[in-house]
């Protein structure tokens, strides 16, 4: 069920849960439609309200309520930190460290992006776990605990393994990657005492197609039982 960008996944009570594919924006931008404007024409005549976002260049599962109700329960969930993401990426850059936590405050840089910084008033935190592919390309399992602009990108940044395709926070690379190599993966959360996951591996860009990085997403399992980093403090990289 592909439709401009959008894929339906499954639904539930008063949500739908899609595929996004990278290149497409959240809301609807002059005469281009947005992610909403195209899941209201093919899937869901009635409104339809986001309750969190991806970048236009990620790719992956975004959750969208189908009633004021849902919106408001789900907006809690993830204000709340309820739902538990897991992304996936790419780098040709080997990190500082395999696995762990990044965390610390972001600011904004001189040329209006983001970076992470060593003070802790109201820190960004991903975990993340990785394993080499091949030479010069690692995959990245990355589950953010907290949800701010270009947090993932950032913490990738911050480990020395910006990620493929990132033409905010990458060097430039011989032959530029086709995409952004970022997308959510794995929605899991509670709502009204059912347990929803919901799983979507990426279906766009050549690197994500590769055989051998498809072996290596296939060996790993569901994302959540993979064996994530305690709860302590693995420091900041920077």
């Known amino acids: 069920m592909k439709a401009s960008g959008v894929r339906l996944v499954d639904e539930g009570p008063g949500f739908l849960v899609v595929?996004?594919?990278?290149?497409?924006d959240m809301h609807s931008r002059h005469t281009t439609p947005g992610l909403c404007a195209v899941v209201?024409?093919?899937?869901?005549?009635?409104?339809?309200?986001?309750?969190?976002?991806?970048?236009k260049d990620t790719s992956g599962l975004v959750l969208l309520a189908t009633t004021l109700q849902a919106a408001q329960d789900l907006s809690a969930l993830f204000r709340e930190q309820q739902?538990?993401?897991?992304?996936?990426?790419?780098?040709?850059l080997t990190p500082y460290k395999k696995q762990g936590l990044v965390q610390g405050d972001m600011v904004r840089s001189r040329r209006k992006t983001w970076k992470l910084c060593r003070?802790?008033?109201?820190?960004?935190?991903t975990r993340f776990l990785s394993w080499s592919v091949c030479a010069g390309l690692r995959l990245f399992v990355l589950r953010p605990i907290t949800g701010k602009t270009h947090q993932l990108r950032v913490a990738m940044k911050a480990l020395g393994a910006p990620i493929l395709g990132d033409r905010l926070y990458h060097h430039q690379v011989p032959h530029w990657p086709d995409r952004l190599y970022l997308h959510a993966h794995t929605l899991r959360f509670?709502?009204?005492?059912q347990e929803w996951i919901f799983h979507c591996p990426p279906d766009?860009?050549?690197?994500?197609?590769?055989?051998?990085?498809?072996?290596?997403?296939?060996?790993?399992?569901?994302?959540e039982d993979l064996p994530w980093p305690g709860q302590g403090?693995?420091?900041?990289?920077n």
């Not at 595929?19 to 497409?24: D, F, M, Q």
């Not at 739902?83 to 790419?90: D, F, I, M, S």
């Not at 403090?233 to 990289?237: A, F, L, P």
């Open 233 to 237: 403090r693995c420091g900041h990289t």
């Open 190 to 193: 509670g709502l009204h005492g």
């Open 119 to 125: 003070s802790m008033d109201n820190p960004a935190r």
């Open 204 to 223: 766009t860009g050549s690197l994500f197609q590769d055989r051998r990085v498809q072996e290596c997403m296939q060996a790993l399992g569901p994302l």
């Open 19 to 24: 595929n996004k594919s990278p290149g497409l």
């Open 40 to 55: 209201r024409e093919k899937y869901h005549p009635a409104s339809v309200w986001p309750v969190h976002r991806l970048d």
């Open 83 to 92: 739902v538990a993401k897991y992304y996936v990426c790419l780098s040709d």
